[in-house]
């Protein structure tokens, strides 16, 4: 049974400082790995999705990178601002079963003091 | 850019009462999931919905709960006699072949009372 699981659970940091948020996965058999913002009460918007070929995407300032033999992702954040406050969630498809559901980690909670 | 959009934002309901939730996918998509979220805990898959039938439900997906694509637009989630328990958000998601384009909706917030 696939298990996601992401650490921190809630980070606070000053605006500019660069941060990575951790996901770990239990079972490395997955063809991709997505990153979600969650605003606090809203839906879940995709930032990055990274195939299982890759080991890194980049968005902006966002670059996310995929180990999967060690099964992790890490989202890198640069220049963090106070829009960037938001939970964060990495997702993996999980083909157990007959279809493309997405098993969620836990998420981290990001603050970014002005 | 296309968009899953559900309705409605913020719904109400009496323990025991039947909701119906609304969404309507993305037109060219061929997937269709609804996922829901408890205040605090993890989003947990529900169901997903291909060629017109479930293709997959979770062990939270009992008899309660049903889905529906009544016309080529619309995806609904039926919970026939709510608990106190189903008070979450519910996230409708749609994607194509290939699963690149994974999309939510802004969610629906249930709250039974």
């Known amino acids: 049974k696939q298990e996601v699981t992401q650490i921190p659970a809630a980070l606070s940091v000053p605006e500019g400082e660069n941060l990575v948020l951790n996901c770990s996965f239990t079972?490395?058999?997955?063809?991709?790995l997505q990153w979600f913002r969650q605003d606090p009460g809203k839906g879940l918007t995709s930032l990055l999705l990274?195939?299982?070929?890759?080991r890194e995407q980049t968005s902006g300032r966002l670059n996310a990178s995929l180990d999967k033999s060690s099964g992790r992702s890490t989202l890198y954040i640069a220049a963090s601002q106070p829009g960037d406050s938001a939970t964060y969630l990495c997702?993996?498809?999980?083909?157990?079963?007959?279809?493309?559901?997405?098993?969620f980690g836990t998420g981290t909670l990001l603050a970014v003091q002005p | 850019e296309p968009e899953v959009t559900q309705t409605p934002s913020h719904q109400v309901t009496q323990m025991g009462q039947e909701v119906i939730l609304r969404c309507v996918p993305i037109s060219n998509h061929l997937y269709f999931y609804w996922y829901r979220q408890i205040l605090g805990q993890k989003v947990e898959f529900l169901v997903s919905f291909y060629n017109n039938e479930i293709s997959e439900k979770s062990e939270i997906f009992d008899d309660q709960f049903s889905v529906e694509r009544p016309d080529g637009s619309n995806f609904t989630l039926k919970i026939r006699s709510t608990k106190l328990e189903d008070s979450a958000m519910y996230f409708c998601a749609s994607s194509s072949e290939g699963h690149l384009d994974y999309t939510f909706g802004s969610g629906t917030r249930l709250t039974v009372v």
């Open positions: 997702a993996v498809p999980w083909e157990g079963g007959a279809t493309n559901k997405l098993i």
């Open positions: 990274i195939q299982s070929s890759q």
């Open positions: 079972d490395s058999a997955i063809y991709n």
